[in-house]
C-alpha cells in the first residue's frame, strides 16, 4: 500500500519496505494529545526524577548499543566505528543533561523579597523557568543517533520537561523506530510517562505535527529549505510557536599567510579529512577555505589536490542528496573563474561518489560558490592581500562555524577577521576544523540566520532554555511556590535579592 | 503639508501641528544605517563604560524632568503624579540595568578547558553572549516614559550594546522627541556614540523599520492587531528577526469563596481601583473579576457597584481609543447574559469616558467577554462551584498576570487554580492587584501567545537577553578572547569547567 514506509540502503541502492506505516492525520492528532497529557506529570517528576529518567533512557540506548548500530550502518553506510562513537556521544548527552538537571541553575531561580526601592515598594516576586508544553522534533538524515529520535533535540526537551513527538527522517525509519522503543523503554523503567514520547512518520505528519494545537515549539535539523516550509506552516497557526532551526553552514576557514608558511603542509591532510569526513555530510563541514597566493599556499594546495585524488569514495544517505550532489558539483565546474583541481575514487554501487576539490581566486567569489553543498567537495579561495581576503568574508552569508588557522602570537589579522564575522558566526575556531560538536557546558552550535535562528544553541547546556519560559510569582504562600523558590532550599544556585548565591555544601 | 505630525490633547480633543515630520523611506533606511554603524563601538565600550552611559541618561532625564512631564500631562492628561511616579520608575530602570551590567550574570561566560570525557578529548570552549546589533523599538501609547522612547525596551537593549531605532507613537510625539533629545544628550555625555539612538515617526516609517536589513530584532509594547501586522512584515523579511511583542492582556482575577467572606469589603475597592487605574490603559488591567456567588460575594458586587458609580470621569489617550472603548460597551451591554451593574461620571470634553461595570454568570462567558478592552471598564463573573470557576477559567486565552485572592491558610483551591492557568499566565498574583510590574531581578511581564512570545520578558534583568545571542570560541588564543573569558578574570559570575564560580571578593 502506498503509506507504507521503505527503508533503502546507500550501500546498494535498493529499497524494501517496512512495517512502518505514514501516520495518518488523526494519528498525528492523537499522539500529540497523548504527548501534551503527560506534560504535567513529566514537570512534576521534578528534576531529580527525571535526572534518573535520562540516565536511564542512556543505559537503554547502551543496552541495545549493536542492534542500534547495526540498523544505522544498514540505513546509512556511515561505517560502525562512526556509528559506535555517535552512540556513545548520543548516550553522554543524556547523562550530561541529567547534570543539568541537578545541578539546577538551569532554572534561573531568583528570589526579591519585598523591600523598599527607588521607585517605591516591592513585592515579594520569585522567578523561574517552567517547560512550554509537547514540542515536535524533526530527525536529521545525517546523525542517525545524535541529531535524529534520541538525539540532542529530544534529550534537551525530555530534561526540560517536555513531552517529545518526533518526526522520524526517511532517510532511517528502522533505527528511528528502534532508538524510539529505547527511549520509551528507558522512561517506563523509572515510572515515568511512557507517552511522553512519541513518534510519526511521513512528510504530511511532519506538516501535521506543527501546526498540531498541543505542540509548543519545534526543534529541526536540516536544509534551510525544509525549515522555511516548516516555518511557513507555523506562521499560519492560530498561536505562534518558536521554531529551532538549525539549517544551513557554509563554514568557511582561513589560513593566514604565516600559518600557511609555519603548518601549511600539516593542515592541508587535516582540512581534506574535515570535509570528506561522515561524506561531507556535517553541518560544520568546511566548505571554503581560504588560502594565500604564496608559495606556502601554492603547497598547500597541491597537497590537497594529492589527498583528495587519493581519497575513497563513499556513500550519501539517500539518492536525494546523492543527485543534489551531482547537480551541485556541475554548477561548481561551470562557475566562472573556477577551475576543478581533483576528482576521487568513484564507485558505481548504491549512493556511492567521488570527493571533489575546486579553487577559484578571491575576486571571483560568486554567490553559486558560497552555498552550502552537502556532500564530500570544498572550495579554495585564494586570497592575495588582507584586504582581499576581508572584502571576500565580508560578503558571505551567516554561518555555525568560522576557522582560523594562524601562527603563534599572531593577532592582528586574526582578530580582523574575527571583526568581520563576528555578527556572522556562531562559533569561532581556532588552529582546528570546525566538524565535530562537543557537548559541553560552553558549547555553541547556532549563529544568525541562516545558520539558524540567532539567539539559541542546539548542542550543549543552554540548549535546554529553548523549552522553557519564565513564570513570576508575586506574593504567593510558600506551599503554592516550586519548591525550588521556598525559602530555605539550598541545594540549587539563586540570585537572592540581587545576590548570586551558590548551593550550600551539605545539601550538595 | 501632509507629512507634518500632529500632537492632540485628549482634555479638549484639539490637535496641533507640530515642527516634526514623518520620516522619510530614505531617511529611515539612512538612520538605521547609522545606529549600526555605531554597534561596533557601543558594544566596545564595554560593560563598565556603557553601565556609566546608562546612568548618564538616568542624569539627563532627572535633569529635565519638569519638562518632559508638562509635554507628557499635555499629550497623555494622565495626571502629573503619575507621570511622575512614571518618569522615576524610568530613570530607576536605567539605573537599574546599570547594575545589572556591572553585576555581568547576564553574559553567562561560560570556560570548559581542554580535557577528556566519556566522548572523547573536548577542546578548550568558551561561550558568552554578544549584541545581537541595531534594534527596533516602537513606543507605546499608555505609558509615555516606561513603555515609550526611554523605556524598558531601550533601556534593555542599550545596555546589551545594541543601538537603538525608536519609532514614537501618535500620540505622544512632543513627549517622545523630548526623550529622544534627553536619551542622546545622557550619551554624548559619557563620551558614548550619539548615533546608537535614532527616532522615527508615522506609520510608514513603522514599517519600514522592520523591514530593514539593518534592523537585528524589534522590541514592540502595543496591540495584538499591531503586533501582528509588523510580524507579518518580519516574515516577509529576506533574513527573519526575533519580534518581541508584548500585545494583549486579559488578566482574570479570582476571589475564593473564604477570600470573599474574609476580606470581600476591603478587595472590593481595591479592585475598582486597579481596573481604573490610569482610565484603565493597562495591559496588566484585571479585566475579568470571578466572585463567588453568595453573600459575601453579593455584598462585594454590590461595594464595587457603588464605587464605579461615584468614580470620576477620565481621559483617555487618544480619540481611537476612546472610540473603541464606546464600541466594546455597546458589544458588552448586548451580549447574553451580561448586565450592566454601573456607569460612572462622565464627561463631554476631549477623551473623556466614565467607568463601567458589567456582570455575567460563569455559564454564559462568552469570546466578546474575554477579550482584552482598553478602558476603565471589568467584567464581573460569577462562579457558583469549583467545577465552574476551573472550567471557565480553562476556556480562556493566556495573560500576562492570574490574581488569586485566598484566605489564610487556603491551599487547595488556589492550587488547582494555579494548575488551570499555569500554561497560560506570565506572573500569579496572590493576595493583590496585577497593575504595577515592579522593575526587579525576579520580575516577568510576558506570558504565553497572544500575551507576547512565551520566552522572553520585556520588563525586569532578564529583558537584556531578548538582544543577546551567544558566540563560542574553541581553542581561541588569551588576547583574541573578551576580557570576560580570559583567565585569570574574576570579577563576574563564571561556571568554569561545570562549577559557577563567583567573582572573588577583592575585585568586586
Known amino acids: 500500500v502506498s503509506d507504507t514506509i521503505s527503508s533503502s540502503s546507500p550501500r546498494t541502492g535498493a529499497t524494501r519496505a517496512t512495517e512502518l506505516r505514514a501516520t495518518s492525520k488523526a494519528d498525528v492528532r492523537r499522539l500529540c494529545g ?51 562513537g555517535e552512540l556513545t556521544r548520543t548516550t553522554f548527552q543524556f547523562r550530561f543533561f541529567a547534570e543539568v538537571l541537578r545541578e539546577g541553575s538551569y532554572l534561573e531561580a531568583t528570589i526579591d523579597h519585598a523591600g523598599s526601592t527607588a521607585m517605591g515598594p516591592r513585592p515579594d516576586l520569585r522567578r523561574m523557568l517552567v517547560p ?169 594546495v597541491a597537497l590537497m589536490t594529492e589527498a583528495v585524488r587519493k581519497s575513497p569514495a563513499q556513500y550519501l544517505l539517500t539518492t536525494g542528496i546523492a543527485s543534489a550532489y551531482e547537480g551541485r558539483l556541475a554548477e561548481l565546474g561551470r562557475a566562472v573563474g573556477v577551475t576543478r583541481l581533483a576528482v576521487g575514487d568513484s564507485d558505481s554501487n548504491g549512493f556511492a561518489v567521488g570527493s571533489q576539490l575546486f579553487t577559484v581566486q578571491s575576486g571571483q567569489l560568486s554567490k553559486t560558490l558560497t552555498q552550502e553543498c552537502f556532500g564530500p567537495v570544498s572550495v579554495i579561495v585564494r586570497y592575495g592581500t588582507q584586504a582581499e581576503l576581508l572584502d571576500a568574508l565580508g560578503a558571505l552569508e551567516s554561518s555555525l562555524t568560522t576557522s582560523i588557522h594562524l601562527s603563534d602570537d599572531e593577532a592582528e589579522l586574526p582578530s580582523l577577521i574575527e571583526q568581520t564575522m563576528r555578527g556572522r558566526t556562531g562559533r569561532f575556531v581556532y588552529n582546528g576544523y570546525p566538524t565535530g560538536v562537543a557537548v559541553a557546558w560552553a558549547q555553541h552550535h547556532g549563529g544568525p540566520w541562516p545558520s539558524t535562528n540567532s539567539l539559541h544553541t542546539s548542542v550543549g547546556a543552554t540548549a535546554i532554555r529553548r523549552f522553557l519560559r519564565p513564570v513570576a510569582w508575586q506574593s504567593a504562600p510558600q506551599e503554592l511556590l516550586p519548591a525550588e523558590l521556598r525559602d530555605g532550599f539550598t541545594s540549587i544556585p539563586r540570585r537572592v535579592d540581587g545576590v548570586l548565591t551558590l548551593p550550600t555544601a551539605e545539601v550538595r
Open 34 to 84: 497523548l504527548a501534551q497529557g503527560s506534560a504535567h506529570e513529566l514537570e512534576r517528576l521534578g528534576r531529580e526524577d527525571r535526572a534518573a529518567m535520562l540516565d536511564s533512557i542512556a543505559d537503554t540506548l547502551e543496552n541495545n548499543h549493536e542492534a542500534l548500530v547495526t540498523a544505522a550502518d544498514d540505513e546509512t553506510a556511515l561505517g560502525t566505528t562512526r556509528l559506535n
Open 132 to 300: 512550554l508544553g509537547a514540542v515536535g522534533v524533526f530527525g536529521a538524515s545525517n546523525f542517525p543517533f545524535a541529531f535524529s529520535v534520541p538525539g540532542g533535540d529530544t534529550a534537551s526537551a525530555l530534561a526540560a520537561g517536555c513531552p517529545v513527538v518526533v518526526k522520524a527522517h526517511e532517510a532511517h525509519p528502522l533505527t528511528s523506530q528502534l532508538s524510539f522503543e529505547a527511549l520509551r523503554a528507558g522512561i517506563e523503567a523509572v515510572g515515568a510517562p511512557a507517552d511522553a514520547i512519541q513518534i510519526v512518520y511521513g512528510r504530511d505528519a511532519g506538516a501535521e505535527l506543527v501546526a498540531d494545537p498541543d505542540i509548543h515549539a519545534v526543534g529541526f535539523t536540516g536544509s534551510l529549505g525544509g525549515g522555511e516550509a516548516l516555518l511557513s506552516i507555523i506562521e499560519g497557526r492560530d498561536e505562534p510557536i518558536p521554531f529551532y532551526g538549525e539549517l544551513s553552514g557554509l563554514n568557511p576557514l582561513v589560513v593566514t599567510p604565516r600559518a600557511a608558511e609555519a603548518r601549511g603542509a600539516s593542515i592541508a591532510p587535516d582540512l581534506v579529512a574535515s570535509f570528506t569526513l561522515g561524506a561531507g555530510q556535517f553541518c560544520t563541514k568546511p566548505g571554503l577555505a581560504f588560502i594565500p597566493t604564496s608559495p606556502s599556499g601554492d603547497e598547500m
